[in-house]
């Protein structure tokens, strides 16, 4: 057997990075998604091989333990308390928006981190509670009216969050979807057509309302299903096509909403693009002053 005279000696260098690893492992993941860690050191990292694509049309994604425990349980305890103090609920289940808190920024750092798109454009954190028997009926996430656009344009993709683990039912399902070739008999009946997603505790759904050119995506339907055994609660972001803080106006908008109009605009994506660069009468596009339409 050969022998080096490196071998036992490694450099500082690296066994400075060794230590540094042990220690993340150690901490159980803690500083991102990823891991059931504590969220002790809440941080956007995310970590690409957790997410994976589950359908192409519509497009969804499945990431999991995108949260921790502690995440998961920090935003129940934050609606629960938010739900005494104002008695406010949907017809059908407890509803909250999440005040500004470092750990709900931290989860919607995360978020950007992971779908690569601007805090800015979403909308608060809402945490929904389905008790036995409640469920959501399939809906669009997208508008179809030009009141609910002014702030930020339409809802571009949707995160659910899976805040506890379902004994049976609650699933989150596409019934429009193209539905894989095998199907998971444990699923309830509801889940059975399309594309389903069981919720397990921490884990993150990610799925588009608009297709790439900014059109409608008419597959993007989706609903809850009726919960059988135990209780569900998930949280849900919605991220918009722009900043959610600005206003859009849909008449006599002759201005650019992004400075790089101009150059877009050179280079031809007026026509190209114009779901985004022109718009329509009912939702203006972002650069309508360098494509020269008004």
């Not at 305890?77 to 017809?91: F, P, W």
């Not at 399309?194 to 790439?212: S, T």
Request: hydrophobic share 35%.
């Amino acid at each position: 057997m050969k022998s080096y005279p490196w071998a036992g000696a490694r450099p500082l260098a690296v066994v400075q990075l060794l230590l540094f690893l042990a220690h993340l492992v150690d901490r159980g993941g803690a500083a991102g998604g990823g891991s059931k860690g504590s969220s002790v050191y809440p941080a956007a990292v995310v970590y690409p091989h957790h997410s994976r694509q589950i359908s192409c049309k519509p497009r969804v994604f499945l990431y999991q333990h995108f949260l921790s425990d502690d995440e998961a349980n920090h935003l129940i305890s934050l609606a629960r308390a938010e739900l005494k103090r104002s008695a406010v609920a949907d017809n059908m289940s407890g509803k909250s928006t999440l005040s500004e808190d470092p750990i709900v920024e931290g989860i919607e750092d995360k978020i950007a981190a992971w779908t690569f798109l601007p805090k800015e454009n979403g909308e608060d954190i809402q945490v929904l509670r389905y008790k036995h028997g409640e469920k959501y009926e399939p809906h669009y996430d997208y508008f179809t009216d030009n009141v609910n656009t002014v702030r930020g344009g339409h809802r571009y993709a949707t995160v659910l969050l899976y805040l506890t683990d379902v004994p049976e039912g609650g699933e989150t399902v596409f019934p429009l979807a193209e539905p894989d070739d095998a199907k998971d008999a444990t699923l309830s009946e509801c889940a059975q057509k399309g594309i389903a997603v069981r919720p397990r505790k921490g884990d993150a759904l990610l799925f588009f309302n608009l297709n790439p050119d900014g059109t409608t995506d008419s597959v993007s339907l989706h609903g809850g299903c009726p919960v059988i055994k135990g209780e569900k609660w998930s949280a849900t972001k919605w991220i918009r096509v722009a900043s959610f803080d600005k206003v859009h106006h849909p008449q006599g908008n002759c201005t650019d909403e992004n400075e790089s109009c101009a150059k877009w605009a050179a280079l031809g994506e007026c026509i190209k693009n114009p779901e985004y660069m022109v718009g329509t009468t009912a939702l203006p596009g972002y650069c309508r002053r360098s494509c020269n339409v008004c």
